[in-house]
């Protein structure tokens, strides 16, 4: 049974594009310069998109230019860190 419940969680699972917190600060704040706080807890970041596969959000993720990047990440919608 155990097997099983595992196997429609993993079904079950979609992935998600999420963007680390922006935060205004340190040295550059008084130019308006943000920065990604990619050492917040997953549970603060922002869901972007959600998937139906893995691939599928890194490819969403390559498309984007580079310089959008910063701070997005790709993450199994069943992590156990987006509820802490």
Known sequence: MKRLTHICTAVLASWFLIRAPMHQGGVWSHFGMRF?????????????????????CEA????RAASQREGLRCIGSDDPRLAK
């Not at 050492?39 to 869901?47: E, G, R």
């Not at 969403?60 to 498309?63: P, R, S």
């Open 36 to 56: 990604a706080d990619t050492n917040a807890p997953l549970s603060k970041w922002s869901i972007v998109g959600k998937f139906d596969a893995a691939q599928q």
């Open 60 to 63: 969403a993720l390559a498309k």
